[in-house]
């Protein structure tokens, strides 16, 4: 996601085992980065516009 030159925007904790963050150009949030954790694995989400 650096490379292509999206920034961190927001740091997030929003509970045991779950983290948010917006991530974004120019300082405006497109991309969400959702991170939950399920036992010994992670599942991790990101969405935003195509």
Do not use: H, K, W
């Not at 999206?6 to 509970?15: K, R, V």
């Not at 085992?17 to 991309?31: D, S």
Request: net charge negative.
């Amino acid at each position: 996601m650096t490379a292509g030159g999206y920034l961190q925007l927001t740091d997030e904790p929003i509970g045991p085992g779950n983290y948010a963050a917006f991530l974004g150009r120019a300082g405006v949030p497109e991309v969400q980065y959702l991170a939950n954790q399920e036992g010994d694995t992670t599942l991790i989400t990101l969405s935003g516009r195509p």
